[in-house]
């Protein structure tokens, strides 16, 4: 299947810095890629739609200037916590949807996840 | 608007046994897709399983089939020959109908196989 990678997997932080994680489609071009934050033992929020030239699209109760979304390329998506508190603490986790005809572009692919933790 | 509903927070199976995960769905739209994610303590998403509102025939990968009854808008995962390495957050999935694709996901079931 399709490789999405993020990075940095796991990062800790101190409060008010800011923390940038980067989401890339490694082996396919995505359009759109998707942001999400879990928190433990719960589902996937979804956060933004991230459209490769232009600008994301939040989620209702998603700070745009909190979490700046940058999607600058087919195969790289970009999110910003800014002046991260405790509270920004979570499990953020990317897809990108595969482009194309067929059955693949119905998929989403997901990263491996990203485990902020703000102190 | 649309939902997806897992009643199951927890389920165990023995190993090598079936399991069913329960996913009913509620959606207005007569085009839509349903995904099932399996999500293992590391925390990634692993895709497992795709069924279109239109496929005629119920989806099946490997040891995985989606047991799609649309008139009753259900969507369960059957896991066939259960393996240890199955436990595990399953996750089931609604794609939305317009342009952004986004997902739409339940709560989630967390699966125990025992040996």
Redesign the interface.
């Known amino acids: 299947?399709a490789v999405v990678s993020q990075h940095p997997s796991r990062v800790i932080c101190k409060s008010g810095t800011s923390v940038k994680i980067e989401c890339r489609s490694l082996d396919f071009q995505a359009t759109?890629m998707?942001w999400y934050r879990?928190f433990p033992k719960?589902?996937?929020m979804?956060m933004a739609?991230s459209n490769e030239g232009s600008k994301a699209?939040y989620e209702q109760g998603v700070e745009k200037d909190k979490f700046l979304i940058n999607h600058a390329s087919l195969t790289l998506s970009t999110l910003t916590v800014t002046s991260a508190h405790p509270e920004d603490s979570s499990?953020y986790?990317c897809?990108a949807?595969a482009t194309g005809t067929g059955?693949g572009q119905?998929?989403?692919?997901?990263?491996?996840?990203t485990?902020l933790l703000v102190l | 608007a649309q939902k997806i509903t897992q009643t199951q927070p927890g389920m165990f199976v023995q190993e090598k046994e079936a399991v069913t995960l329960d996913c009913t769905y509620d959606t207005s739209d007569p085009s839509y897709g349903l995904f099932w994610y399996k999500q293992p303590s590391s925390g990634e998403m692993i895709f497992l399983i795709y069924q279109g509102s239109y496929d005629q025939q119920n989806a099946t990968e490997g040891r995985y089939s989606l047991n799609f009854q649309k008139a009753r808008k259900s969507a369960n995962l059957v896991i066939s020959a259960s393996q240890l390495g199955d436990s595990a957050m399953y996750f089931c999935a609604m794609r939305e109908v317009d342009s952004s694709y986004k997902l739409i996901f339940g709560s989630g079931t967390r699966l125990l196989v025992r040996p």
């Open positions: 299947g759109t998707f879990q719960k589902s996937l979804l739609t699209t499990f986790i897809s949807r059955r119905e998929t989403q692919y997901f990263g491996p996840g485990r």
